[in-house]
């Protein structure tokens, strides 16, 4: 009986080119995304945005313009449509 049984270890073929190619991308992907994860995580200092926000919120204020009279604008020509139906 003991002789039936094959204990030896199977061959195993050599990898081919492609094959650890594709082995080691998988491990360079693998990397790139955990080095991504961390990234979002951790968070990053903000030293590279300028100090001075109160001009730039004045700057925004003054290129708004009102929206009164676009509005009036608007309800007149749908008022004028209306009268030529």
């Not at 080119?17 to 200092?45: K, N």
């Amino acid at each position: 009986m003991s002789a039936d049984l094959d204990l030896s270890t199977p061959e195993v073929p050599e990898p081919t080119l492609f094959e650890s190619l594709l082995h080691y991308g998988l491990f360079l992907g693998a990397i790139f995304q955990l080095v991504c994860i961390v990234a979002i995580i951790i968070p990053t200092s903000k030293s590279h945005e300028p100090t001075s926000e109160p001009a730039d919120t004045r700057s925004a204020e003054q290129n708004r313009k009102p929206k009164g009279p676009v509005q009036q604008i608007r309800q007149k020509m749908k008022k004028e449509s209306k009268k030529r139906r």
